[in-house]
């Protein structure tokens, strides 16, 4: 593209990641569970080398997600580093940067089965920014202080109370990943609206560690985003993770940081 810069991505290490899909199928099950829509948010560990799938088995559902480095939670998933890198949309090969001063792959995303239909140009789904829906931004459509959207039935809170096991607090939750949400970026007012998913049952995205990973999910009570809160119900999500029995190198950070 003319008069177009981008920021350079690192070199991605591709005759891993081809290998690695080639045998994507076969790799044993090391554990399965099921987030129903009344735990509403779980946080369990990913080790390195693993691949974990966030399966949509009923059909669309948002999936709010946080990434900690499971050794030194002071690391964490960054958003804004990453998109910088690797776009605004989470995509196969997409890899999901720390924070600094680390700024190192966590996770390499590996599949993702949803087919695409926009409606408005670019829409897409799975996005690196927006952060998570909270009782501050559910009163202001509810207009309820009350309202268990308000008190306790929001992505914030759901992640809030899932990593409280682990000695976590609200304040180390960071920006997340909205898996399964679709929106297009309005160009003239920067905004970006959501439209109808276009998710199925049984649509999945895949990950896998470059480290050990704490992953924190919350089932948002947006459901699939396709129509009002109140019209809607949220739907269980299956979280599986694989053993590939495959390592990658350790990252090599060219400044030794
Ligand atoms: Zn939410």
């Not at 569970?33 to 799938?53: D, N, P």
């Not at 050794?71 to 196969?92: K, V």
């Not at 995303?109 to 949803?114: C, K, L, Q, S």
């Not at 996005?127 to 998570?132: D, K, M, N, P, V």
């Amino acid at each position: 593209m003319q008069d177009a810069w981008y920021v350079p991505r690192p070199p991605f290490p591709q005759a891993f990641f081809d290998e690695l899909n080639a045998h994507r199928t076969e790799f044993p099950l090391a554990e399965e569970f099921v987030i129903s829509v009344e735990e509403a948010g779980r946080a369990f560990i990913v080790k390195r080398g693993q691949t974990m799938r966030i399966t949509c088995a009923e059909g669309a559902q948002i999936v709010d997600m946080c990434i900690w480095n499971a050794h030194d939670t002071r690391e964490r998933f960054a958003n804004e580093y990453s998109l910088t890198r690797e776009g605004i949309w989470l995509q196969r090969d997409m890899r999901l940067w720390s924070s600094l001063p680390k700024l190192r792959p966590m996770m390499t995303v590996t599949a993702d089965t949803v087919k695409n239909k926009p409606v408005h140009p670019g829409a897409r789904h799975h996005y690196l920014f927006g952060a998570h829906c909270n009782p501050q931004g559910w009163y202001w459509v509810v207009k309820d202080r009350e309202h268990p959207l308000v008190t306790h039935n929001n992505c914030y809170c759901n992640l809030t109370r899932a990593i409280a096991p682990f000695g976590l607090v609200a304040a180390d939750l960071h920006d997340n990943l909205n898996l399964f949400m679709k929106c297009f970026v309005d160009a003239e007012s920067g905004l970006h609206p959501w439209e109808p998913s276009d998710v199925e049952p049984g649509d999945y995205v895949e990950f896998y560690a470059e480290m050990d990973c704490l992953v924190a999910l919350s089932v948002c009570p947006s459901a699939s985003g396709r129509k009002a809160h109140d019209e809607e119900a949220p739907k269980p999500i299956t979280v599986s993770t694989y053993d590939t029995g495959r390592l990658l190198p350790e990252y090599e950070d060219p400044l030794g940081s």
